[in-house]
C-alpha cells in the first residue's frame, strides 16, 4: 500500500430535528464539509474520527444538551470540528494524492516565516507511525493472523514506543470507522488481540481470496443513517451524506471502490440493504431500508451503543432512539420465543410419528 500524501481535513455538521409522536425522525441532515487549517490531524482526512470528538461519526451529538428545546443545534455547535489527532486516517491510506497540497514557494515561504515547531514535528512523527500500524492491521486482518503488542512495538512502533498508548488508540479508531473492522483482546496478560467485523456483519465486501480492505464501515454508516432516520431513506439522502465523506455515486473510491455498485449491487445482494422503488414515484426515486440480512446479524441497539460510544456518551442520552431500540429487542425476543415454539412443535409430532410406526399392531 503507498505512503499517503497529506490532504485538508473536513469535519462534518448534523441538522437534528425534533421527532413528535407523530413525525418520522429527521435526524443525521448532513450539511456540509468544512476545511479545517489546524494541523493537529492524524492525516488530513473527508472521514473524521475520534472517541471523543462528536464530529467523528457525526449522527448524533454527544450529549442531548447539543439539541435544543426546539430540536435544534445550539449555536456552539455550529461551528465544532475534530480535536482528535485520529481525524482523518481515511485519506492517510489513499494513494498519493496532491489535493491540498501546497506550492513548493508556498512551502518555501512558509518555512523561512518560522522555525519547525517541535510539537508539530513530533505530531507529524505519531500521524505517520497511526498510518503505518493501520496499514500492518489490515494486512493482519487480511491473513487472520493474532496480533500481539510486542509485535507491534518492534515490527511498526520502534523508537516510539512511549507513544504506543495514543497510535494504538488512533489506528483502532480507524480500523472501526472507516474499515469496520473492532480489535478485540484475547489475552491480556500478553495483550493478543483478533480482529473482527464491527457489530457481527460477517461479510466485508471482500470476495473470497481479495485482498482488497474491508468495507464494512461504510455499511455500518448506511444502515446507521436509515435507523437514525426512521427505518427507510431516500436514495438521495444517502448519497448527500456520502458525499460528505468523499463517496460518490459513479466515482471511484480508494477504499470502497464503486461506491454504487458496492451499495445497490453487492450489499443488496448480500441482503444487508433492501433497494426498492418509492410507490408512485415520477419520475422513479428508490429509498433504502435494513436487509433480512442486517437484522438477523446485528440489531438498532447494537448500531445505537456502537453510535453513542464513539461519541462518547450513553444509548439513553437518546430517548426515542433509545426506546425504538428496546421495542426492536423485544420483537426479536419474542419472535425468537416463537421459534422455538415451533421448532419444539415439529420434533414433537416427528417423535410420535417415529414411535407409531414401530407400534405393534394389535
Known amino acids: 500500500m503507498p505512503r499517503p500524501s497529506k490532504r485538508p481535513r473536513y469535519t462534518l455538521e448534523q441538522n ?5 409522536e407523530t413525525q418520522g425522525l429527521e435526524g443525521a441532515q448532513f450539511l456540509v464539509a468544512e476545511e479545517e487549517a489546524s494541523s493537529s490531524s492524524t492525516c488530513s482526512s473527508s472521514f473524521p474520527l475520534s472517541s471523543s470528538s462528536s464530529s467523528c461519526y457525526p449522527l448524533i451529538p454527544s450529549t442531548p444538551e447539543e439539541v435544543s428545546a426546539t430540536g435544534t443545534p445550539s449555536t456552539s455547535q455550529s461551528s465544532r470540528t475534530s480535536s482528535s489527532p485520529s481525524a482523518a486516517m ?3 491510506l489513499s494513494s498519493n494524492s496532491a489535493e491540498g497540497s501546497s506550492s513548493p514557494e508556498e512551502e518555501g515561504a512558509s518555512i523561512s516565516q518560522a522555525p519547525p515547531d517541535p510539537e508539530a514535528l513530533l505530531r507529524d512523527a505519531i500521524d505517520d507511525k497511526v498510518a503505518d500500524l493501520v ?5 493482519k486482518y487480511q491473513t487472520k493472523e493474532l496480533i500481539t503488542e510486542a509485535e507491534m512495538l518492534t515490527t511498526v512502533i520502534k523508537e516510539y514506543q512511549d507513544h504506543f498508548p495514543v497510535i494504538f488508540r488512533e489506528a483502532s479508531e480507524c480500523m472501526q470507522l472507516v474499515f469496520g473492522v473492532d480489535m478485540k483482546e484475547v ?3 500478553n495483550h493478543s488481540y483478533v480482529l473482527t467485523n464491527t457489530l ?3 461479510y466485508d465486501g471482500t470476495l473470497s481470496g481479495d485482498q482488497g480492505v474491508p468495507k464494512t464501515g461504510i455499511l455500518i454508516l448506511i444502515l446507521s443513517i436509515i435507523f437514525l432516520e426512521g427505518n427507510c431513506v431516500p436514495e438521495e439522502k444517502i448519497w448527500k451524506a456520502l458525499s460528505v465523506i468523499g463517496v460518490y455515486a459513479g466515482r471511484e473510491h480508494f477504499i470502497y471502490g464503486e461506491p454504487q455498485k458496492l451499495i445497490t449491487d453487492d450489499w443488496v445482494q448480500e441482503r444487508y440493504l433492501e433497494y426498492r422503488q418509492v410507490p408512485n414515484s415520477d419520475p422513479t426515486r428508490y429509498e433504502f431500508l435494513w436487509g433480512p440480512r442486517a437484522h438477523a446479524e446485528t440489531s438498532k441497539m447494537k448500531v445505537l451503543e456502537f453510535l453513542a460510544n464513539i461519541n462518547g456518551s450513553d444509548p439513553r442520552s437518546f430517548p426515542l432512539w433509545y426506546e425504538e431500540a428496546l421495542r426492536d429487542e423485544d420483537e426479536r425476543a419474542q419472535a ?4 422455538m415454539d415451533a421448532t419444539s412443535a ?4 416427528s417423535a410420535r410419528a417415529v414411535a407409531s410406526s414401530f407400534s405393534c399392531p394389535e
Open 16 to 20: 437534528l430535528q425534533p421527532q413528535s
Open 90 to 92: 481515511a485519506v492517510s
Open 135 to 139: 496499514q500492518f492491521l489490515l494486512f
Open 187 to 189: 489475552d491480556p496478560t
Open 200 to 202: 457481527g456483519l460477517t
Open 336 to 339: 425468537s420465543v416463537v421459534a
Open 346 to 349: 415439529t420434533a414433537s409430532e
